[in-house]
DNA sequence: CGAATGATCGGCT
DNA sequence: GCCGATCATTCGA
């Protein structure tokens, strides 16, 4: 099932992940795991720039056994838990030996809905279904199980297709990160990435 | 080896 | 709107 249009090394290997971020809203995230390909809008993504970065795990070149994979050449998922409950999807940018990423914050339903439901154990289609990047990792079906995966690889389980969705630029919000208070001279980071008016963004504005 | 920590969510007041 | 859950990972001894 080799499918044309899932973004390639190109698209994930270049320096800038913050220009990475604006452009992964409005491609697909799909995943695809017993037998159910579920698949969903990205609306809100952030960027994480390794080394300059108090918010990153890899702040100050800090290489562990868990963010060596951000190390890796782009392309990859890095997958984490949070307070010991919640997974979060990212994707690894930039060439081998820069630790970039790009958290995937909320996703907008696409396919497979029931299953996203089922997952999730909700009755009907609510905007905190994927809103969140804990929860829509639960939709998505996605664990620290995944971490270190090749998104570009034909037989991969998760990848990100281009589905010529086309979001304008005035129509991206720029705003703070999350937990950079303790970092001030990133606070003006402006990383946080969503799509205008998308119901299916965590917690708008 | 033990203790502190956290890029969140959901339930409760 | 606030508070507690819950555990892999990290760091210090």
């Not at 579920?38 to 720039?49: F, L, N, P, Q």
């Not at 396919?111 to 994927?130: G, S, V």
């Not at 991969?156 to 001030?184: F, H, L, M, Q, T």
Request: aromatic share 10%; glycine share 6%.
């Amino acid at each position: 099932m080799d499918n044309p249009i899932r973004l390639n090394l190109s698209f994930y290997q270049r320096e800038d992940v913050v220009k990475i971020s604006k452009e992964l809203l409005g491609k697909v995230l799909v995943s695809h795991f017993d037998n159910v390909k579920t698949a969903g809008i990205i609306v809100e993504t952030e960027a994480y720039r390794g080394p300059d970065d108090k918010a990153s795990h890899a702040y100050n070149n800090r290489y562990t056994n868990r963010t060596k994979v951000m190390y890796e050449a782009g392309g990859l998922a890095y997958v984490y838990l949070c307070y010991g409950i919640h997974h979060l999807f990212n994707v690894v940018t930039a060439k081998k030996g820069m630790a970039h990423a790009v958290l995937i914050r909320a996703i907008e339903p696409l396919e497979e809905i029931d299953a996203m439901l089922y997952r999730r154990n909700f009755d009907n289609l609510k905007p905190q279904l994927t809103a969140g990047p804990g929860v829509m990792s639960i939709a998505l079906g996605i664990t620290i199980a995944n971490s270190g995966m090749d998104l570009t690889h034909p037989n991969s389980n998760i990848w990100i297709e281009d589905r010529k969705i086309v979001v304008k630029p005035k129509n991206i919000i720029e705003s703070p990160r999350v937990g950079v208070a303790y970092a001030e001279e990133c606070a003006g980071w402006n990383w946080r990435f969503r799509i205008a008016g998308n119901k299916f963004t965590s917690k708008a504005k």
